[in-house]
């Protein structure tokens, strides 16, 4: 049985303005060797071209935990975010992280759960799972593109994140992906 995504209120998929699923099973590579790309969130932006300038807001250590505050630049603009879910994987367990992010004022408000789970399969496969929720006029004009650039900037992530750990290099650097800034 694969694990799933825990929601809270307000960010549950179906309700919100903008809904996004991202997932890949990948042979070769495990939880651990995936978790510090993702926990470290001073590495993104050497491997994931729609990440930059990554700052901890409440704490000088450049990895995720629960409460810990941090901003960062996606999809040509600046979000501030704080990890609400944080579980490092073990053999037992998945791993997870989730923050609830936010962005601009007013109409321009953007509310979002980013959530990310890490687990072992059998026969040497790892499965990272990320979804997003939104709530606000951005995240209604994201639902409504096409292509939808959310979706594919979280499979750029992806495919980056792999990359990364199986030490192959950046996804994604000197190309535009439809849709994102």
Same mark, same amino acid.
């Given at each position: 049985?694969?694990?799933a995504?825990?929601?809270?209120?307000?960010?549950?998929?179906?309700? #919100?303005?903008?809904?996004?699923?991202?997932e890949?099973?990948?042979l070769?590579?495990? +939880?651990?060797e995936i978790?510090?790309?993702?926990a *470290? =969130? #001073?590495?993104?932006p050497?491997?994931?071209a729609?990440?930059?300038?990554?700052?901890?807001?409440? +704490?000088? +250590?450049p990895?995720l935990?629960? &409460?810990r505050?941090f901003?960062? *630049? #996606?999809?040509?603009g600046?979000?501030?975010?704080e990890v609400? *879910?944080?579980? =490092?994987?073990?053999?037992?367990q998945? &791993?997870?992280?989730?923050?609830?992010?936010?962005?601009g004022?007013g109409?321009?408000?953007l509310?979002?759960?980013?959530?990310?789970?890490?687990?072992?399969?059998?026969?040497g496969?790892?499965?990272?799972l990320?979804q *997003?929720?939104?709530n606000? =006029?951005? =995240?209604k004009g994201?639902? #409504?593109a096409?292509?939808?650039?959310?979706?594919n900037g979280?499979?750029?992530?992806?495919?980056a994140?792999?990359?990364?750990?199986?030490?192959t290099?950046v996804v994604?650097?000197?190309?535009?992906?439809?849709?994102?800034g």
């Open positions: 049985m694969m694990n995504i825990e929601w809270p209120q307000g960010y549950l998929p179906g309700y #919100t303005d903008n809904f996004v699923s991202n890949a099973i990948v070769g590579l495990t +939880s651990a978790w510090p790309f993702l *470290e =969130a #001073t590495r993104w050497s491997y994931y729609n990440s930059a300038n990554v700052r901890f807001l409440n +704490s000088d +250590s990895t935990a629960l &409460g505050r901003s960062f *630049e #996606t999809f040509g600046p979000i501030e975010a609400v *879910e944080y579980v =490092a994987p073990t053999r037992e998945p &791993g997870r992280i989730a923050w609830h992010g936010w962005g004022e109409d321009i408000r509310d979002v759960h980013h959530a990310w789970l890490v687990e072992d399969l059998d026969g496969r790892v499965r990272i990320t *997003e929720t939104q606000g =006029a951005p =995240a994201m639902a #409504t096409w292509p939808n650039p959310m979706l979280h499979q750029m992530w992806l495919d994140l792999t990359a990364a750990a199986r030490g290099g994604g650097r000197g190309r535009r992906v439809p849709g994102l």
